[in-house]
Each structure stands twice: as structure tokens, then as C-alpha cells.
């Protein structure tokens, strides 16, 4: 008896002890938040819109199930949909208009070939194969799935520059892996080079114009070539390529694509058995052979948007053998390295799921768009290379901004310093000499508003962040705000631009600064005021003005109306977006009694969900700041109430449920990762961020030796639960600590924070 209660102990101990080490890429599940569904959604946006595939940090590939071509489906994949008609090797992450990429679509398939992709819940059945909802596993660095119609398990891993998958076959004279090279996100490649290098070999490259739609359905001007060297793990010795004979005039964008007359077009494909170099416009390549049961056939692949050369030293360096396994392996160290970074204790295993698999979307993009030999496509459309940073894409600004960089700052300042290198660069390659405000593969997308790269920049100096050609950097900054701004009349067309652009003047201002430009520092920050020029005393809230200067009429629904000079959002939620000057928007609304008041309304009038509302809209960027301004306004204990709410009501550990709105690369998961860890800047560009309560006892952030002189920061929340949310009392390094903020400075240089935790608000700490 005493040996089995001595086993006992010791299996209970083991698995206490096994708990306690579980490490952060354990915790991660991708298929939070991938779902695209927008009747679930109850709005036009949808919901996470993230992909389930494999990846690693910040890195070149993703491979991922595509469940669906055209619509407002970014990400090629939304969990409600009952079948797969591939896997891709590139993916964007929680973006709406219309997406792009989901290049390279791999399919394993048996019987006879067909060469359409088919329509979910139609008759047209195409190569897309059900599969089994229960099979579906996710984690970092790792995606499979059993495709029901052809009894084929699907696994997939990934490197930085390559993918590899995993086909496992039933007994089959006639299995098959095809490969359609045309498909596209919201549309499709319009040329494609295929050729058969070896016996086991094929290389070529597909090219994304405009003309196929993708981004914006071709107004994101997206302009890409994706090259791919892949290797199959059986001989090639029946194979060929399908060609569609596309006529002249048939549009390839996102309307012609989602048609059935496109469907039968592309079922009537040419068949050239045994070709080895094709060139075309709508081209797929097809490896028959026969398998035993069981038998496990592999692909790996290369990708590069510089040239075939390019792709195959990537997958050489990459990838140098066929032990799936192994490259799962990798995937799964580089995750654990970049997910710990930042380390939780206490919380609930969902919370602590919901944090790292959040910790995870943030570090997918901006992701690298250079080979390992560190060439990458220029804005002037040739081949450069650098070694000193590593050229990246995917900057959606005016999401990012406001928490998804100013994360960065602390656990990736490399990140943030090769983004704003990136931007500099392809400004001055493009002889545009400005900024983008929404850069996709080097393409000037001009999509949603805004200067956010120089708020970007303004951030980044201010803390130190500098590995980048200041005086250029400096140059385009001025060059943008002169170019998108509130101009000679003070004002812009709307509300969210107005005010936009004043903050985007004050990060300019800032810069100026301190660079020494004095007059440059004194133009913007006067610039920076103009957001009182459309404040309407009548109405008591901002309101958009006519070019003749006069008040656009006042809607029905006030400042409630949705797009009433605003983007994505309606006056009540923009019109808190004033975050340089706080004070001076405080005293436009009558005082800090009022503005409370006001603040609390606009609160408690959410839904509980906080799904899209017209209130606080966690949903959408524009508010992304509002919970910690109570801070500023002296009830720093409301934005400890209100920052664990919504860390509680908007973010799950759901696949369709797990995130209210668009993932909107990074930035939707960077807020709760900020806000859990108990601080949040308001204003991106000075070193402020707003302390409150965190979700979790204890947090512990890893900091960069190249940009921090400490080793560790750590928060504490002693008597920390649900129901107590409040802080009494504060100490930092072990000093009493009555601010409700704490600096960018003071983190980086290490140390403790200790909070103090209740179920009542303390209303005399932090008051300012």
C-alpha cells in the first residue's frame, strides 16, 4: 500500500511539476478568432479573420487550409466552412478588403483529376474535399487535418523562408498531389511558369498584378511575383500540367472568380500529360503515382518574391532533409524562444491559452520579405540586398499603431527598427519620397487614413529605437504630414481625419524636437491643435465642416450616426481620438467631472459582448485608447475596471468567438497582450503607459540587451482574482508607487512593480 500511495504522490507531483514548465508554444491555438463569418458577426467585418496554418515568428511562409476563394475572406479560410479545396503557402492574418496571397495551393487528391476548386454548398464539386470538423488540430508551427472525401490525412509544418507537408494515403493505384499555381485570395495570379527541374523537382513562379484582384480586389494595387522551388519525396514519373485557355476579356478578379461560369471554364482544362515547361495564364501541375496503404508522401517547398535561385537556398537552408518531424521540431523551439519573451503566472488555462495564442498573432507580421541571403524586391522593382536589417511587409498602420508596435518597442525592438528601415527604403527606391500609410508587398495601397508610420518613427526614437537612416527617416516623415494633413483651412474631410492628422502632427512635432529642427517642432505642434477646429460648442462634440467652412448638417442620430464623418466608426467613438492633448480635449467637453460622466456613459451603454456597437467598440481601432483615459482624467480605478471587463467579455478561447472584430494584423491580439500584462500607452510618441490591473499574478517580460540596460521586468498582483480588480497600493523597486503610469524608460532599465489588489477602488491611488 505504502508503494502504490508512493507512486501515487509521485505521478501527481510529476504532473504538477509538468504543469508548472509547460512551455508558451504549448498554450497556443491558432484557430482562435478564424472564422470570417459575417452573419455571426452581425456586421460587414466579420470577426478575427486569422488562419489556422503553420508558421514561425515573424517569418516568410505560412502554410494553411484554404476553405474559400473570393468574398471578404482575407485570410482564404473561416471555420464554418465544411470543406478544403487546398493548402497554401502564403496567408495574411485577420485583414478584411477582399485579401490576397494564398499562393502555391497544394492538394492531395485520387481518382480522376479535376482541375476546378469547386463552390461550397452548390453542385459544382470541383477538387475541394469535405473534411472531418474533429480531426482539425492547430498549434504553433503545426496544422493537420483528415480530408474525408479521399481519406487522406493532411499535415503541415513550417520554416522561415520554406514549408513541408504531409500527405497520408490510403492504398490507391491512382493518388495524386496537384498543385493549382493560378489560385489567389479574392482572385488569381495572372501568369504562371512551371518546370520540371529533376525527378523529384519543379520550380517556377507566379505573378499577382492588379489585373487578378487580390488586395482590395486589385485597388490595393498589389504587384508581386511568388517563386517556389519544391521537391516531392516520391519520384516524378507521371505527371503533367493543366492549362486553362483564359480568352481575352474574362476579368480575373473576385466577382469572375466566385462564378460558376468560371468554375466550368476552369473544369474544361487542357491536360498535357508528361510536360516539363509550361508557361500560362491559368496554370496547375499534377504528380500521379500509387501508394500503399497508410504510406506518407512529402512536399516541401521554398518560397521567394525574388527569384527561383532565391526560393531553392531558402528551402536548402531551411529545410535539408525529409524528417517532417524535426522541422516541427524547429518550428516549435522558435515559437517557444519569441512566446518567452513574455511569461504569465496564475490566471485560468483558457486565459493563459487566449494570452500566448494572442502573443502568437502578434508576432506573424510584419513579416520578413527577404531571402536568407537578405535580397528583397525594391519599390523600383530590382533586386537589393541588405545586411543590415531585414526587409519586412505588411504594415497595416492605422491598426497597428496604436498597440501592436508599441508592444514591439518592448519585446522586438529589432522588429520595429527593420519595419521603419523598410518604409524609408522603399520610399526612397519608389522616388515617392513619403510614407505608406497601409504597405502590402511594396505596394502603395493608400488604404485607410492617416500618417501612422511617422507616429511609428516618433515612437520609436523616443525610446532609444534608432538602427535606421534618422535624417531620411526625419525627411519623409515631414514629407508625409505635409502631403496628408488637415492642410491651410486647419481641417480635413471628417472627423477621423481632422483628428488623425492633428496627432500625427504632434508625433512629427516630437521628432522635430529631437532632432533640433526648433521651427519644424514649433510648426507642428501649433498643427498638432487644429483638431479644435472642428469642435462644435452648439453640439457640444466634434462635427465634420464643409469646404466653405460651414457645419455639415447634425444627423438624426448625433454623434451616434455611424460614418458621419467618420471611418469605421461614428463621432462618439472617434471624437475621443485626442490623445496628444487630453487636457485640452477635457476642457472642450466642460471640465473632468463631465468628461467622466461622459466616458462612463459611453461604457455602459456597450453590450456586454462589445461586439460592433456604437458605443465602445472594441470590435475596431478608433477606441483602442479610450479605456485608459480615465487614467489621465484622475479615476484611474475605472480603467482598472473597465480594461479587465474587456479582457474578460471580447476575448475567448474560441475558434468563431475568440475575438470580437478583424485580428487586424496584430493589433487586436497586441491590446489584449498589453492590457493583460496591466499597461497601455494613449499616445504612441512620448514614453507614458497607463498602469492598471493585470489579468494575471505575476508577468515577466524578457527584455533586448541591444535596447535595455535591464535584464527583466516583472509586475506582480499580490491578491489578484476576478473580483478583485482594483489597485490599493503600489510599490517599484520596492518604493512606494502612487502614479497611475509608469515610463518606457523605467521598464527597459528592469525591475519589480508590485500592485496590490481588491475587490474595492482605492480612489486615492494614482490620482492625478
Aim: proline letters at 4%.
Amino acid at each position: 500500500m505504502k508503494k502504490i500511495i508512493t507512486i501515487l504522490f509521485a505521478s501527481i507531483l510529476f504532473l504538477r511539476m509538468d504543469a508548472q514548465t509547460k512551455l508558451p508554444a504549448a498554450y497556443v491555438y491558432p484557430l482562435i478568432g478564424a472564422s470570417t463569418d459575417v452573419e455571426r458577426a452581425g456586421v460587414m467585418h466579420g470577426l478575427g479573420k486569422t488562419f489556422p496554418g503553420a508558421t514561425t515568428p515573424f517569418g516568410l511562409v505560412q502554410v494553411s487550409p484554404n476553405t474559400v476563394t473570393g468574398g471578404d475572406n482575407g485570410p482564404g479560410y473561416s471555420f464554418q466552412h465544411t470543406t478544403i479545396e487546398g493548402f497554401a503557402l502564403t496567408q495574411m492574418s485577420g485583414i478584411g478588403w477582399y485579401g490576397d496571397l494564398g499562393n502555391f495551393l497544394v492538394m492531395p487528391t485520387s481518382g480522376k483529376l479535376i482541375t476546378n476548386s469547386g463552390k461550397e454548398n452548390t453542385p459544382i464539386k470541383g477538387y475541394r474535399s469535405s473534411y472531418d470538423k474533429k480531426s482539425e488540430t492547430a498549434h504553433a508551427g503545426y496544422y493537420s487535418v483528415e480530408l474525408t472525401d479521399y481519406h487522406i490525412k493532411a499535415e503541415m509544418t513550417a520554416a522561415p523562408h520554406s514549408g513541408m507537408m504531409r500527405f497520408t494515403f490510403p492504398a490507391n493505384e491512382q493518388s495524386r498531389i496537384q498543385i493549382d499555381l493560378a489560385r489567389r485570395v479574392g482572385g488569381t495570379s495572372t501568369e504562371q511558369y512551371v518546370k520540371v527541374l529533376d525527378d523529384y523537382t519543379i520550380g517556377g513562379w507566379m505573378k499577382c498584378t492588379p489585373q487578378g484582384g487580390g488586395w482590395g480586389n486589385g485597388d490595393g494595387q498589389a504587384n508581386y511575383t511568388v517563386y517556389f522551388y519544391a521537391k516531392f519525396s516520391k519520384p516524378l514519373k507521371n505527371y503533367g500540367v493543366w492549362s486553362v485557355a483564359i480568352p481575352d476579356g474574362v476579368s480575373r478578379k473576385r466577382e469572375s472568380v466566385e462564378s460558376e461560369s468560371f468554375q466550368s471554364l476552369t473544369a474544361g482544362a487542357e491536360l498535357i500529360n508528361g510536360c516539363k515547361e509550361k508557361k500560362g495564364k491559368h496554370l496547375g501541375f499534377f504528380a500521379n503515382f500509387a501508394t500503399k496503404k497508410d504510406e506518407a508522401v512529402l512536399l516541401k517547398a521554398g518560397i521567394s518574391f525574388v527569384s527561383m535561385e532565391g526560393a531553392k537556398q531558402n528551402l536548402t537552408a531551411d529545410i535539408s532533409n525529409w524528417d517532417f518531424n524535426e522541422v516541427r521540431k524547429k518550428a516549435t523551439t522558435l515559437w517557444n524562444k519569441a512566446l518567452g519573451k513574455m511569461t504569465i503566472d496564475g490566471g485560468t488555462e483558457d486565459q493563459k491559452t487566449v494570452f500566448y495564442t494572442a502573443l502568437y498573432h502578434t508576432m506573424i507580421d510584419p513579416r520578413s520579405f527577404a531571402d536568407v541571403n537578405g535580397n528583397y524586391p525594391g519599390g523600383d522593382g530590382k533586386v537589393h540586398t541588405s545586411q543590415k536589417f531585414t526587409k519586412r511587409t505588411i504594415f497595416s498602420g492605422w491598426d497597428v499603431f496604436r498597440s501592436q508596435l508599441p508592444l514591439q518597442t518592448i519585446i522586438n525592438p529589432t522588429i520595429v527598427n527593420d519595419m521603419i528601415n523598410s518604409l524609408v527604403e522603399l520610399a526612397d527606391e519608389s522616388g515617392k519620397h513619403y510614407l505608406e500609410r497601409w504597405e502590402f508587398l511594396n505596394a502603395y495601397s493608400g488604404c485607410m487614413i492617416g500618417n501612422p508610420a511617422v507616429s511609428m518613427i516618433a515612437d520609436a526614437y523616443n525610446k532609444k529605437i534608432r538602427n535606421f537612416n534618422v535624417s531620411k527617416a526625419y525627411e519623409y516623415s515631414r514629407n508625409s504630414v505635409e502631403k496628408f494633413g488637415n492642410g491651410k483651412k486647419g481641417y480635413s474631410n471628417g472627423i477621423s481625419n481632422t483628428l488623425e492628422y492633428a496627432y500625427f502632427d504632434w508625433c512629427q512635432a516630437q521628432l522635430a524636437k529631437q532632432l533640433g529642427h526648433t521651427s519644424d517642432a514649433a510648426l507642428y505642434l501649433h498643427r498638432s491643435q487644429n483638431y479644435r477646429n472642428i469642435f462644435d460648442s452648439s453640439v457640444g462634440w466634434f462635427r465634420p465642416k464643409k469646404l466653405d467652412g460651414s457645419w455639415l448638417a447634425w444627423p438624426a442620430k448625433g454623434r451616434l450616426a455611424q460614418d458621419y464623418g467618420c471611418v469605421e466608426s461614428n463621432p462618439y467613438q472617434q471624437g475621443w481620438f485626442v490623445p496628444h492633448d487630453v487636457k485640452g480635449l477635457t476642457e472642450l467637453l466642460g471640465g473632468k467631472e463631465k468628461a467622466i460622466a461622459d466616458l462612463s456613459n459611453f461604457f455602459e451603454k456597450a453590450p456586454v459582448s462589445l461586439e460592433w456597437n456604437d458605443y465602445y467598440n472594441q470590435a475596431n481601432e478608433p477606441v483602442h485608447h479610450v479605456p485608459f483615459l480615465f487614467n489621465r482624467l484622475g479615476a484611474p480605478w475605472l480603467t482598472q475596471k473597465w480594461a479587465r471587463l474587456i479582457c474578460d467579455r471580447a476575448y475567448h478561447n474560441s475558434e468563431e468567438d475568440g475575438l470580437v472584430g478583424n485580428e487586424d494584423v496584430g493589433q487586436m491580439s497586441a491590446w489584449y497582450v498589453l492590457a493583460a500584462a496591466g499597461f497601455h500607452p494613449v499616445c504612441p510618441g512620448d514614453n507614458r503607459y497607463e498602469l492598471f490591473s493585470p489579468l494575471f499574478k505575476k508577468v515577466s517580460i524578457q527584455l533586448d540587451p541591444v535596447y535595455a540596460s535591464g535584464g527583466k521586468f516583472t509586475i506582480v498582483a499580490k491578491n489578484n482574482s476576478p473580483a478583485n480588480y482594483y489597485i490599493q497600493s503600489a510599490k517599484l523597486n520596492g518604493k512606494s508607487y502612487n502614479k497611475c503610469w509608469i515610463s518606457h524608460s523605467d521598464i527597459v532599465k528592469g525591475g519589480l512593480l508590485e500592485l496590490v489588489m481588491g475587490d474595492q477602488p482605492n480612489m486615492n491611488w494614482g490620482k492625478e
